[in-house]
């Protein structure tokens, strides 16, 4: 069974960073895509970023893209979600995902485990 546990979310001003953090077990990490997807109060879930299985291409969500990065070590099985530059739309609960898969995909469907949440807001 995959475990995904997301951690480093918290309260911010706009203009700050956080790097979120999500630490996988329960198969081989490094042979699938990763990403993370968010969601805010009354809204559907989004993809946010997702990252290969050797971390050689990422993809990003237009409204996150130069503010965002995505990246992954294979030998902690871990992924990271650095957020600079926040804004207050950028509020939501920010999930960890493995996908089913090597290559990167933004649909949530390709995505097969997820983690249970990690609260980021920010403040105007």
């Known amino acids: 069974q995959v475990q995904l546990v997301e951690s480093g979310g918290g309260l911010l001003q706009a203009g700050g960073s956080l790097r979120l953090s999500c630490l996988a077990s329960?198969?081989?990490?490094?042979?699938?895509?990763m990403g993370w997807f968010r969601q805010a109060p009354g809204k559907e879930r989004e993809f946010v970023a997702t990252?290969?299985?050797?971390?050689?291409?990422?993809v990003y969500a237009n409204s996150v893209k130069g503010r965002f990065t995505i990246s992954r070590d294979n030998a902690k099985n871990t992924v990271f979600l650095q957020m600079n530059s926040l804004k207050p739309e950028d509020t939501a609960v920010y999930y960890c995902?493995?996908?089913?898969?090597?290559?990167?995909?933004?649909?949530?469907?390709?995505?097969?485990?997820w983690g249970q949440g990690t609260q980021v807001t920010v403040s105007s």
């Open positions: 995902a493995a996908g089913l898969r090597p290559w990167t995909t933004t649909r949530l469907s390709e995505y097969g485990y």
């Open positions: 329960g198969r081989t990490f490094s042979n699938y895509a």
């Open positions: 990252i290969a299985w050797n971390g050689g291409n990422t």
